[in-house]
């Protein structure tokens, strides 16, 4: 068995503005503790600022953090390279941008310990803007994979959040990221959450999820947008092969945020695509009506769609957006 309980993996990009304070919260949060079964793995990604610099000088100052640096190739090939160095019993993630509370290790390490679980699932904070608001799993203590499997097609609070998760790392072998823009988390997870048969959740908001306005989440190309129905496809397909109990609302939450994007209508390509997605609400309407887990607002957007209604939707939405 390893000496070294956690392995905290964090992939950085142009990161110099935010890296200290996450790094700083880690540090803060283990150190209360007095155990030494902690390393940090962090992995530059080709940054153009002092990314790199600052994590040497972290690297040099405490003997638990390690460094790497690598070619420019994305957040998936740099998460790929930080599992290449693992030598820890369960694996976590870490968003360069975001930060940890000061019980964060203690309550996790705790949890680990004792439980044994093949993953450890925690709550966290949303903090957008000067607000903070907790984000809390409507899960229990002990969950069940499918219990698990379900909640998280629902799109809600637990949504597919490596940074939520602490894994077994052999579970880990054999899995490595996509090269795609988004969803990668939700891609390997489809992979690895199947393995897991021993959940425990920790019901403690102890992570701080950055909200960034400027994020690629929230300024997605409509090709990324297409890529994301593809992932999401993918995976109801092969949760629906396994029989597992599942909610079409993170199916049709990705159709619909192509469909009313703002740049999807007028090249050849993306008129087709719609057409498609329009095929196929009117396949599933009833499927998606009949789901409870399908949120009342994503109703209203697909019957707008199904009764080509959804031109007056977006100009309600927009008058919506300027009296705000």
């Avoid at 608001?133 to 899960?139: A, F, G, R, S, V």
């Avoid at 499918?146 to 940074?163: A, K």
Wanted: proline share 2%; glycine share 4%.
């Amino acid at each position: 068995m390893s000496d070294i309980l956690m392995s905290i993996l964090i992939p950085a990009y142009n990161a110099s503005s935010y890296i200290c304070q996450c790094l700083d919260s880690i540090i803060t949060s283990y150190e209360k503790g007095s155990r030494n079964d902690i390393e940090i793995i962090c992995v530059d990604d080709g940054s153009k600022d002092d990314t790199w610099e600052i994590l040497q000088e972290y690297a040099s100052k405490y003997k638990y953090i390690r460094a790497f640096h690598k070619v420019n190739g994305g957040v998936g090939s740099a998460r790929n390279e930080a599992l290449k160095h693992v030598r820890g019993e369960y694996i976590g993630w870490v968003d360069s941008d975001d930060f940890v509370s000061e019980e964060w290790y203690q309550a996790i390490s705790q949890g680990l310990r004792m439980e044994r679980p093949d993953c450890l699932l925690i709550d966290y904070y949303l903090k957008k803007d000067n607000e903070i608001l907790k984000q809390n799993i409507q899960l229990g203590e002990k969950i069940t994979k499918e219990q698990f499997i379900y909640e998280q097609s629902l799109e809600r609070e637990l949504g597919n959040f490596l940074y939520l998760e602490f894994i077994r790392a052999d579970f880990w072998d054999g899995i490595t990221f996509p090269d795609l823009h988004m969803l990668e988390d939700m891609a390997v997870l489809t992979e690895l959450v199947p393995k897991y048969e021993n959940i425990y959740h920790v019901t403690k908001n102890l992570y701080y999820y950055v909200m960034n306005n400027d994020s690629l989440t929230h300024n997605a190309s409509p090709d990324i947008l297409w890529s994301n129905i593809q992932v999401v496809k993918k995976r109801y397909e092969k949760y629906d092969k396994l029989g597992y109990t599942y909610s079409l609302n993170d199916l049709l939450e990705q159709l619909l945020r192509y469909w009313y994007h703002s740049d999807c209508s007028f090249e050849k390509e993306k008129v087709q695509r719609k057409e498609h997605i329009r095929n196929v609400i009117k396949e599933y309407r009833q499927k998606f009506l009949s789901d409870e887990g399908v949120s009342p607002k994503n109703r209203i957007k697909l019957n707008c769609i199904y009764f080509h209604l959804d031109n007056l939707l977006k100009i309600i939405l927009k008058i919506k957006r300027i009296l705000k």
